[in-house]
T-cell receptor, first 116, second 112 residues
Framework: DGGITQSPKYLFRKEGQNVTLSCEQN?????MYWYRQDPGQGLRLIYY???????QKGDIAEGYSVSREKKESFPLTVTSAQKNPTAFYLC???????????????FGPGTRLTVL | LAKTTQPISMDSYEGQEVNITCSHN???????ITWYQQFPSQGPRFIIQ???TKVTNEVASLFIPADRKSSTLSLPRVSLSDTAVYYC?????????????FGIGTKLQVIP
């Protein structure tokens, strides 16, 4: 089955600790994204990556870092610099290489991070 | 990016047709209109996409007038399982990156 996996589903961390959220896709998509969603809110873009070894900041990148060493993997690290990290984190990918039209984004199941 | 405006919430009875309208006055020539559905604690799921006129798939229809400044998602005969948040997006590919913005969406509550 092709798709996106995120792990873990629930994550708890103590204040001041860094934590890494996993995102893996086997759809052979070039582009990958990380979003944050707070209760009752829409999705806000944290980082995105168009190709391996390249990524760009989204609208709320402060306190987060990413890497894209492999096409299928795009881990997100929530650092201690992120002031309010408790949220629902969603990873997505899209097949947009060489395409001119908009292509749908495929989302993972999400990771709910709670800072204690 | 074109800003979208849609109702924050809607209620509907089971079996009725639901129409959710989205306004996007500043849509660009290359922008597509896409709708996603999101259930609680899940990632959004693609429903339908269009550029102009009408598009229909097995789940919904999308109506886009000639000026493309608005669009209407139509869900026929909704059931309780259609209770979800529906997002209207306007965007395009930009060098391999999809420039879109997910707003607050419309929370649809289907009532028995």
């Amino acid at each position: 089955d092709g798709g996106i996996t995120q792990s873990p589903k629930y994550l708890f961390r103590k204040e001041g600790q860094n934590v890494t959220l996993s995102c893996e896709q086997n759809l052979n998509h070039d582009a990958m994204y990380w979003y944050r969603q707070d209760p009752g809110q829409g999705l806000r873009l944290i980082y995105y990556s168009q190709i391996v070894n390249d990524f760009q900041k989204g609208d709320i990148a402060e306190g987060y870092s990413v890497s894209r060493e492999k096409k299928e993997s795009f881990p997100l690290t929530v650092t201690s610099a992120q002031k309010n990290p408790t949220a629902f984190y969603l990873c997505a990918s899209s097949d947009s290489a060489g395409k001119s039209s908009y292509n749908e984004q495929f989302f993972g199941p999400g990771t709910r991070l709670t800072v204690l | 990016l074109a800003k979208t405006t849609q109702p924050i919430s809607m209620d509907s009875y089971e079996g009725q047709e639901v129409n959710i309208t989205c306004s996007h006055n500043n849509i660009a020539t290359n922008d597509y209109i896409t709708w996603y559905q999101q259930f609680p604690s899940q990632g959004p799921r693609f429903i339908i996409q269009g550029y102009k006129t009408k598009v229909t798939n097995e789940v919904a229809s999308l109506f886009i007038p000639a000026d493309r400044k608005s669009s209407t998602l139509s869900l026929p005969r909704v059931s309780l399982s259609d209770t979800a948040v529906y997002y209207c997006l306007v965007g395009r590919d930009s060098g391999g990156y999809q420039k879109v913005t997910f707003g607050i969406g419309t929370k649809l509550q289907v009532i028995p």
